[in-house]
């Protein structure tokens, strides 16, 4: 039973009810009876056990209890700076490796896109401050508001006509395969391009299954639940680097039949989250090949396309390996391909800037989308804009182009560097396997915990690496996410962490994480 503050406690009130039991008055209807009665109780209507249980049922633990806690010790930090008092915590800020968002970890804007978006949110800058901006930035923004596109209105449903032709062209160069900007679909992120696609997926009236990585990021998790369907996971290949084993598909796909759920999509993060592996172009051949076998859509997130660190790495879209496979298979596959402005090395996760693109989809589908869009009017401007300056950038001559190129490749080889100083440092403590990562943001380290540690993680009633992961923020202030929440082999123990806290941070993050675990290990030894 809920009830609200300044009220009969709740002993009274389960009296009160209890007296009622046999009333035969409707449980709706109790609020009105006590009510009526002028009692100050008042039992909520919307309550953990009304309300839709999917939403009770679903969990993000990105954003999970680890994280809550983190939120809560700052906040203890803050109040300490505030009042000039002690904090009685053995760190001085809370470093947050629990999600990928760089700037949140001092990563600076990239000076082009913060300047465009400056130009479009206040025009008048153009005539008033041309000093203070680069020649294109000033010319993009003209182009942008001589085609009508203004940050403060509402854009056709799909996203403005000019961004989604910006958006084709560059999927189109980069694959050297045609794009129709009306295959084009801009959202408030890619995570909001996955739900509509579950959306016009997952009937309620069937056992809808889409088939997801184990490890994976928990989005697709927490939004299966949200939507009734069923997630069927395929397991990455630990001892060889997170591989995606092939024949892995069809076993977990003869499973899940077995149990009578109809798999229509498969989820493939290229290059992964959370483990950092990027696939071969055979593995993706073999993958577009179950597909076509399997009659399922195959769902490529590629947002962490421009996040690669091994030398003379280049990234390859599921689309374009499709393609190059002949007419046969090209015909025969259904893609929907995500992207996204908060990855990459822009970083602007608050802008909330992405796309789905279509592939072989059926004009009556992509209507049905379209539909969703519009249910929701459009995504939003400043997304869009942000995700024009990514796919569009200065070329070759222009103004802003040295300063572009020398941000962008400054924040990959410090990401490049960040990755190999965290896996290295976090491979040399006992216990510990990392793989390298080839690409994204984040490491998946397994740890094997002791047995006391196991054992008082039993007796507090949490995950052993949810046990491990909130004693090393309490202990160092570092926020990590436990494996529990993006799925493991069951008796393994895992955490991700991000490799995004600046350079000069990185070494204590490192020694905190070292210090801690010798600590970890000696007490529950």
Request: a neutral charge.
């Amino acid at each position: 039973m809920y009830i609200g503050k300044n009220i009969y406690t709740k002993e009274k009130v389960a009296i009160k009810l209890e007296e009622r039991k046999n009333s035969q008055i409707p449980l709706e209807q109790e609020v009105l009876v006590i009510e009526s009665e002028n009692m100050s109780a008042y039992v909520h209507i919307a309550r953990p056990d009304t309300i839709n249980h999917p939403v009770v049922a679903a969990k993000y633990e990105v954003r999970g209890a680890v994280t809550i806690r983190a939120h809560e010790l700052e906040k203890q930090l803050q109040e300490s700076k505030k009042k000039g008092v002690p904090s009685g915590l053995p760190f001085d800020y809370v470093t947050y490796c629990n999600i990928g968002n760089p700037q949140k970890l001092k990563q600076k804007p990239v000076t082009f896109v913060r300047q465009v978006c400056a130009l479009m949110e206040y025009p008048e800058l153009i005539e008033k401050a041309p000093q203070a901006f680069a020649p294109d930035a000033i010319a993009r923004a003209k182009r942008l508001l001589d085609a009508g596109f203004l940050t403060g209105t509402y854009s056709f449903s799909k996203g403005h006509e000019i961004i989604r032709q910006d958006i084709a062209e560059f999927i189109a160069a980069r694959d050297g395969v045609p794009c129709d900007p009306d295959t084009i679909y801009c959202t408030d992120g890619a995570s909001a391009g996955v739900r509509h696609m579950l959306d016009l997926l997952i009937r309620q009236d069937e056992k809808v299954g889409i088939m997801t990585p184990t490890p994976q990021y928990p989005l697709y998790a927490s939004l299966l639940t949200l939507h009734n369907g069923c997630q069927v996971g395929y397991p990455l290949n630990e001892e060889t680097g997170w591989s995606l084993v092939p024949a892995e598909l069809d076993r977990c796909y003869e499973e899940a039949a077995a149990k009578g759920i109809q798999c229509r999509g498969l989820v493939v993060i290229n290059p992964n989250n959370p483990t950092g592996q990027v696939l071969s172009i055979e593995c993706m051949q073999d993958v577009i090949r179950f597909c076509i076998k399997r009659r399922i859509i195959l769902f490529a997130d590629e947002v962490y396309q421009e996040n690669l660190y091994e030398d003379g790495a280049k990234f390859t879209s599921f689309r374009k390996v499709a393609y190059e496979m002949g007419e046969d298979v090209w015909k025969r596959i259904e893609i929907a391909s995500f992207h996204s402005i908060s990855k990459g090395f822009l970083g602007e996760c608050g802008h909330r800037g992405g796309y789905v693109q279509l592939d072989n989809f059926l004009p009556d589908v992509q209507a049905m989308l379209y539909k969703m869009e519009s249910i929701a009017l459009c995504s939003n401007t400043m997304g869009q804009l942000v995700m024009d300056c990514m796919v569009n950038p200065p070329k070759p001559g222009d103004a802003s182009y040295e300063l572009y190129q020398k941000e962008k490749n400054d924040i990959i080889q410090s990401l490049k560097r960040r990755a190999v100083k965290l896996s290295g440092a976090i491979n040399s403590l006992e216990g510990f396997t990392c793989s390298k990562p080839s690409g994204a943001m984040y490491l998946f380290p397994s740890v094997v915990l002791p047995p006391k540690a196991i054992e008082a993680a039993k007796a507090a009633n949490i995950p052993a690496d949810t046990f491990y992961s909130l004693a090393l923020l309490e202990a160092t202030g570092i926020c990590v996410v436990p494996g529990s929440g993006f799925g493991q082999r069951e008796g393994t123990y895992h955490f991700r962490i991000t490799f995004l806290p600046p350079e000069d941070q990185i070494d204590s993050v490192v020694e905190s994480i070292k210090k801690f675990h010798a600590e970890f290990v000696a007490k529950y030894k």
